[in-house]
T-cell receptor, first 116, second 113 residues
Framework: AQKITQTQPGMFVQEKEAVTLDCTYD???????LFWYKQPSSGEMIFLIY??????QNATEGRYSLNFQKARKSANLVISASQLGDSAMYFC?????????????FGPGTSLSVIP | DGGITQSPKYLFRKEGQNVTLSCEQN?????MYWYRQDPGQGLRLIYY???????QKGDIAEGYSVSREKKESFPLTVTSAQKNPTAFYLC????????????FGPGTRLTVL
């Protein structure tokens, strides 16, 4: 069964606008962590933001914020004030059981294109 | 500068040959990982290692082998048993359990002719 679902294969956003990238996940663990990574065309994966399942507040890192809805099992990434350099693939990932670092599961990704 | 290095960036091999991809980190991280990425796809875990001299199979370990003789190094061998080895390979490491994110190398693009 698919553990991480990203339903938007491709997204377009106007420069300076905000965009939301969707991520839903499936786990029976109470303790887990959620990550978002950016992959530019160069191929390297860049960590953006982290949300723990017990974190009471939504995570924020600069222009990135995570809209975490635990009951709905969704962890959407919000990018504010989009820039041309934000054009890339974006991956949602999950580590089940925050006390384990053995396995991280990645979603299929969303391709974001920022239009000038 | 601390980070993860992978070499080479591009690698070409003939079908039937084994090939070893290098991954080195100077971040003093305990855990290291190998992922495979096919065009337009997400990352799939091949192998991971939590400590020296110990490693576990990921979701697609068949046709691959690894070793972890030093904390800094986690080489991946793509054997001739791997049916479709042409892909982009990413190595990653993380400091510890829990909240820590994975740090990734620049990747190796392997093409088998």
């Amino acid at each position: 069964a698919q553990k991480i679902t990203q339903t938007q294969p491709g997204m377009f956003v106007q420069e300076k606008e905000a965009v939301t990238l969707d991520c839903t996940y499936d786990t029976s663990d109470q303790s887990y962590g959620l990550f978002w990574y950016k992959q530019p065309s160069s191929g390297e994966m860049i960590f953006l933001i982290y949300q723990g399942s017990y974190d009471e507040q939504n995570a924020t890192e600069g222009r990135y914020s995570l809209n975490f809805q635990k009951a709905r099992k969704s962890a959407n990434l919000v990018i504010s004030a989009s820039q041309l350099g934000d054009s890339a693939m974006y991956f949602c990932a999950m580590r089940e059981d925050e006390t384990s670092y053995d396995k991280v599961i990645f979603g299929p990704g969303t391709s974001l294109s920022v239009i000038p | 500068d601390g980070g993860i290095t992978q070499s080479p960036k591009y690698l070409f091999r003939k079908e039937g040959q084994n090939v070893t991809l290098s991954c080195e980190q100077n971040l003093n991280h305990d855990a290291m990982y190998w992922y495979r990425q096919d065009p337009g796809q997400g990352l799939r875990l091949i192998y991971y290692s939590q400590i020296v001299n110990d490693f576990q199979k990921g979701d697609i370990a068949e046709g691959y082998s690894v070793s972890r003789e030093k904390k800094e190094s986690f080489p991946l061998t793509v054997t001739s048993a791997q049916k479709n080895p042409t892909a982009f390979y990413l190595c990653a490491s993380s400091i510890d359990r829990g909240r820590s994110e994975q740090f990734f190398g620049p990747g190796t693009r392997l093409t088998v002719l």
